[in-house]
C-alpha cells in the first residue's frame, strides 16, 4: 500500500540537519528495532524511547524534538491523548502515530488531535524513514487505502469511537481469533468445530467480546471489527 | 495468602503405608495437623462429620474405587461440607484423572510423586482456596483443560437419562442389551442415541463413547 | 546439523523461492540453532534477525510474514525454533502454534504476545507453546530466551505457570457452576429466558406462552434465584456465559 504525502515541505532546514527523533511506545522490542533503524540513518538522532505519553509529554517541553513517534496504545494515557498535550506544549513538534492494529476510527481522532499522520506498524522500515523526514519538514503522511476511509468518517460526522477502539484491544488472542470467523460469517458450530473446542466455549467467548466491548449483539461487535479494521468483509479468515 | 491458624488434615488413601508415610510428613510441620486417617470414603466422611475447627484440608487418593470411589467423596464433601478444602493426590496420575478429579470438586492436584516441600506448599496454598497443581508438568494443562471443558459439554448437554444411556452404551452393548439393562425399549433406546450424537456433535456410536471417555463420564480401560 | 528437506537439492545448497520469505544461509555450523521468525511488523523482523545473527548459537533460517508462509516455510525448511508474533494478518500466532505442534519433527515454539492478559497466557500455555515473552520485554530477552530454548531449557516461568494454573482454576469453576445449574433449568425456563432476552415484558412473555403473568413472574423469580441473579440483566448475562441462551 502507498503511503502518500501531503502539504507543504516548508521546513527546509530539515534536510540538512540532524533530526531528532522521540520513540514513545512500552514495547520495549519495537523501540529498539527503532534505534537500530534510526542508528542506521545519518541525519537521525533517536533522543530517547520512553515508554509512556506523560514521560513523553515532559520530555518534548523540555527539549522539542522534531518528530515523536508515538504509539497509539500506551498503559495510562493513550497515545491520542499524549499527540494533543505535546502539540499544546510543543507546538514545533511533528507527531507521527504508530499501531500495531490498522484503524480508520483511531486515523481521524489521530488529526484531530494535530499529528502529522498515522502508520501501522506493519510498514517497511524504508517508509518509517521516509516518514519521519517528511514529517519533520511539515507534510502530512497517511497510506492511500485509509484516506477514503477518514475522509468517509468525516464526512459522516460520526464521533470517532476511541474508546471503542482501545476497548478492541482489550481482546484475548482467542477472542480475536472469534470475532474475526465471526465476523467472516462463520456460525458458532463452525467455530467451534475449526478452533477444535465446545461451541458452549464459543458462546462463553462470545459473551465475553459482547461485554468487553460494551455491546449487546453479535452484529455490533462484528460491525465494530469491520470500522475498526479487525477484519474486513472480504478477506477470508 | 497463607493462612495463620495451623492447617488440620484429613489424610485419605486405601494404603495403609501411603497413609502413614503422608500423615507423618504432614503432621511433622509445625504449621499442620493430622486430624484424621481414613481408608475408604465412608470412613473419611465419618471422620468429617466429627471436626470441630475451621481451616481443614481433606487429602483424598484417587486410589479409593468402586461405588464410592474417590471422585465421588470429592462430589460429595464439595456438595456437603462446601467450607473444607479438598486436594486430590495421587501417583503418575494421567490427565484424564486430574481433570476428573478437579470436576469433581477438588481444589487442586498434588502428585506424590512430587518434591516433598513442593507438596506441603501446595497443600497450604490448596487449603486456602488457591488452584494447585503440583506434580504435572505444565504441558498437561492443555489436556487438562480439555477434559474439564469435554465434562462440562456432557454434563450440559445431555439429560441425564442420556448420560445412562451413555455409561451403558460405553461397555460395548448392543441396543438392544442397553434396553434389556434400562428396561426400556430398544427404540427408546436408539431414539436417546441419535439425541446425544446431535448434542455431542458426534456422528458414531464410537465417537459419542470416545468423547465420554474423555470426559470422565465412563471409566478409561472400556473397550471402544 | 542443516538437514535440507526439499526437491530433492543437495544439502546446503541455497535458493530464493516463490513467497515472500526472505532465506538466510543455511550452514553447516553444527552448533547453531536454525530459527524460522513469524511476525508481520518488518521493523521487528529487522531487529530481532540481526539480534539472532550476532548470536553465535542461532542462525535464522527465514522471516515470513504470515501464519500461511509460516506452515509452508517449516515445512520447508524444518528449522528447531519457530519464533511467532501472537497477531499475524490471516490467522492468530496460537493456531499456527497449534498446527507447528502437530508436525514432525516437532520444532520448538517462542510466541511473542502484545498484550499482558492472563487470557493469552493461558491460551499459549494450553497450545504448548514452549515460551511466552511479552513484546515489553527487550530483543536481548528474545535472543536469550531463544538460545535457552535451543539448550533444551524451559522457558516457561514459574509465574507464569501459577498464572495459567490460576486460569485453570477459573475454567473449572465456570465449568462446575455450569454443570451444576444447566441441568436444573427446564426447557420452559429457556423459553422464558429467550423472550426476556429478545426485549419482551413479563406480559408479554405470558402471553407468547398463553398462561398468567402471575405464572410468568414466579417462574421468572425462580430463575433469578437458580441463577443467583438480581435482575434481568444478570440473569441474561449468566444464562448467556452458562450457554443456555445467545446473545445478539
Known sequence: MRLSFFGPNADVSTMTRVLRVLVVDDHEMFSEALALLFGRQPGIELVAALPAGEEAVARCRDEAPDVVLMDVDLPGMDGIEATRRIRAASPGTRVVVLSAM???????????????????????ADDLVAVVRRAAAGEIVMADDDLPVVLDELRTGREPNVAAELALRRLTAREIEILRAMAAGDAAGEIAETLGISSLT????????????GVHSKIEAVTMAWRHGLATVSRPV | MVSKLRLGVIVVDPLPVVRSALALMIDDRPDMDVLAEAGTAGEALEAIRRIRRSHVAVLVSLGLEGEHDSYWLIRTIRDQFPGLSVL???????PLAISRALFSGADGFLDKSSDPVEFLQSLRRGATGEMVLAGPPTEWVGAIAEGIERRRLVETTLTDREREVLKVAAEGLTARQIATRLGVRERTVTTHLGRIYNKLGVGTRVAAIRLATDAGLVSVGVPE | MATWVGDGLPAGLMERRQT???LGTVAADVASARVLIVADQPVLRNVIRTACGASQHLEVAAEVASGREALGAYRFLFPDLVLIDVSLPDMSGLEVARRLRREVPRPKILVLSGRTDDETLFESIRVGVDGYLEKTAGVREVVAALERLAAGERLITPEQERSAIEELGRLVRRAREASDIVPSIAPREIEILEHLGSGLTIRQVANRLGVSTRTVEARVAKLYRKLDASNRVQALAKAADLGLIELG
Open chain 1, 202 to 213: 464459543v458462546q462463553s467467548h462470545v459473551k465475553n467480546i459482547l461485554a468487553k466491548l
Open chain 3, 20 to 22: 515472500s520469505a526472505v
Open chain 1, 102 to 124: 490498522e484503524s480508520p476510527t483511531l486515523i481521524v481522532s489521530a488529526m484531530a488531535a494535530g499529528a502529522s499522520g498515522y502508520l501501522p506498524k506493519t510498514r517497511a
Open chain 2, 88 to 94: 486430590a493426590c495421587g501417583a503418575n496420575a494421567e
